[in-house]
């Protein structure tokens, strides 16, 4: 497709649950971000990838927090022990190589019951 | 002080009206700001970039950048029922050119 992509679109699951959201970055785009995102709040950054290495994940709030994107294209963010402040919309977005202009995917929508 | 201040609106402007959605940010140092459109229970939607201080015209769209004033703004011409959505300014952090802070967003509403 042209666009980012993010799976799943709906993520349901328990208090203290590992779970895992996918993002597929535009074809040739070399940085990929995570933000997430609350009810009534903008976009809040969480990671960016440029390639394989996360050139900037100061906005990861805790080590239940981890991404990887093992061979530049797909990114994956993992979350441990999920907690209940944790349920938000997850965006992904890239961008091209030397452009600092990012575009978003759908996003996932996390709830932690 | 918020580093990205929007007015949460809502605003509400007949069709055909100009828009005008204001957005101020704290870190001088900022050199990067973005308009979203962000629908309802929709993703965001990047409809303008501006780097330099003064105005870029797209379309409809034009935005305004005033970095001594570390003011910016986005006014909408011709505003359609279409254009009802949150708008959310974003800026860069100075010292990361790819680390967005993003306002709460304004509530634009068009009438018809």
């Known amino acids: 497709g042209a666009g980012v992509s993010q799976t799943p679109s709906n993520k349901v699951t328990e208090k203290g649950k590992y779970v895992e959201l996918r993002c597929d970055p535009i074809?040739?785009?070399?940085?990929l971000y995570w933000y997430r995102q609350s009810l009534g709040q903008g976009p809040e950054f969480l990671i960016y990838?440029?390639?394989?290495?996360?050139?900037?994940d100061s906005g990861l709030p805790n080590d239940r927090f981890f991404a990887v994107r093992p061979e530049g294209s797909v990114s994956t963010l993992k979350i441990q022990r999920t907690e209940r402040g944790d349920s938000a919309v997850y965006l992904c977005?890239?961008?091209?190589?030397?452009?600092?202009?990012?575009?978003f995917g759908p996003g996932t929508r996390l709830t932690v019951l | 002080q918020k580093e990205v201040e929007q007015n949460s609106g809502p605003l509400s402007v007949p069709e055909g009206a100009i828009a005008s959605l204001n957005c101020t940010y704290s870190d001088r140092g900022s050199q990067s700001f973005f308009w979203y459109r962000q629908y309802s229970g929709k993703s965001p939607e990047l409809i303008m970039f501006i780097y330099s201080n003064g105005d870029k015209e797209d379309g409809r769209f034009t935005a305004q950048l005033n970095k001594a004033s570390q003011y910016v703004s986005l006014l909408i011409r011709d505003s359609q029922p279409s254009d009802s959505a949150t708008y959310l300014c974003?800026?860069?952090?100075?010292?990361?050119?790819?680390?967005?802070?993003f306002g709460s967003g304004t509530q634009l509403t068009v009438l018809p």
């Open positions: 974003a800026v860069n952090r100075p010292g990361s050119a790819r680390q967005l802070t």
């Open positions: 990838f440029q390639g394989t290495g996360a050139a900037d």
């Open positions: 977005a890239s961008g091209a190589s030397g452009k600092n202009e990012q575009f």
């Open positions: 074809s040739g785009h070399t940085a």
